[in-house]
């Protein structure tokens, strides 16, 4: 059996950089998956209709955990913050609550939610918050773990959501603790298959500090995986090209920026810029873009976000870094 497995880690550093500066401003990305036999990278996603989709919290936890609420209630609001989302349909569901406490023991048909499993690379770096493992196909007909066969490369067939059982939570919020709906809320985005995004004040930025509710680039990733029959808000697309010279440019950030005050989505959802990065003939398509007048910049990764930070992007394009040797340009 051919499958991908992904750990996204989300680190006391990134959390600590937003507080001490602020950041520009990036893209959402997706997880990648190449074809088993080449082909063009697949966005790794769930299919609601292979087999229903539920997570599996063990409940118990250490005295590393405070606050008045239970992890079970905050795991269920986070999970909620997504589902809830708009022009995105999610069927995931609280399964049956399990008893594991090692991620390496998890079987296949369980999505594990853990905050006393401690193998999952905390030895390795005592700063990461958490850890969210997710497995997908690389090819169509591969065993899904669900008595069935998988229908495309990229399908979601496991995501683990695993918590540092030495870092200081608080399901109160606020304070100087870790916000585990915070946290959670992030984790969760991992677990559809959302990759990290830079963009200031997004759920999936690895610098989020006490957000519980999502901007205008999470729900536009959510989106392009999931897009709702009936979306509550059109949105559109733009498309171009960047090119040094007569060359195409890869990796190089192009965002969307509003130029006005409108507020397409609802009033819980923070607006943001919605971005992409380059395809390696400098192509993009920025979607998810509700009505709007907007000004598109494009910019290299050369800091604080680098190739480091995307580099499963790169190399699901066969390459070993982004192109940063350009400078900004919009119109």
């Not at 008045?68 to 997504?82: C, E, K, P, Y």
């Not at 905390?122 to 969210?132: E, G, H, M, N, P």
């Not at 509550?232 to 950030?253: E, K």
């Amino acid at each position: 059996m051919n499958m991908r497995t992904v750990k996204m880690l989300l680190a006391i550093a990134g959390l600590l950089g937003a507080v001490l500066a602020p950041l520009p401003t990036y893209s959402y990305l997706l997880n990648l998956t190449v074809p088993m036999g080449g082909g063009a990278p697949q966005p790794d996603r769930w299919d609601f209709s292979s087999f229903p989709v539920v997570w599996n919290i063990n409940p118990s936890h250490g005295s590393n955990i405070q606050g008045s609420r239970s992890v079970v209630d905050v795991i269920q609001a986070s999970f909620n913050t997504w589902i809830s989302a708009p022009n995105a349909t999610l069927r995931v569901s609280r399964g049956a609550d399990s008893s594991i406490s090692s991620e390496n023991a998890s079987p296949s048909n369980v999505n594990l939610i853990c905050f006393v499993c401690s193998d999952a690379d905390f030895t390795k770096d005592a700063q990461t918050l958490a850890v969210t493992i997710t497995t997908a196909a690389d090819a169509r007909g591969e065993p899904d773990g669900h008595g069935g066969t998988t229908r495309f490369a990229g399908q979601l067939i496991k995501a683990d959501i695993i918590f540092n059982p030495q870092t200081q939570y608080t399901t109160d919020g606020g304070g100087s603790l870790q916000d585990l709906q915070t946290v959670a809320t992030h984790e969760i985005g991992h677990f559809f298959g959302l990759a990290h995004s830079a963009v200031v004040r997004a759920v999936m930025s690895p610098a989020a500090s006490n957000l519980r509710t999502l901007a205008y680039d999470d729900v536009a990733g959510l989106s392009v995986l999931y897009p709702a029959a009936s979306p509550q808000v059109p949105t559109g697309a733009i498309s171009g090209t960047v090119r040094l010279a007569s060359a195409g440019v890869f990796g190089a950030h192009v965002y969307a920026q509003s130029v006005t005050m409108a507020l397409p989505f609802a009033s819980t959802i923070r607006k943001t810029p919605i971005g992409i990065l380059t395809r390696p003939d400098g192509s993009y398509t920025i979607q998810g873009l509700p009505a709007d007048s907007y000004v598109v910049i494009a910019e290299p990764l050369d800091g604080p976000v680098e190739n480091d930070d995307v580099k499963g992007y790169s190399q699901a394009f066969g390459r070993t870094a982004v192109q940063a040797n350009f400078t900004t340009r919009w119109h």
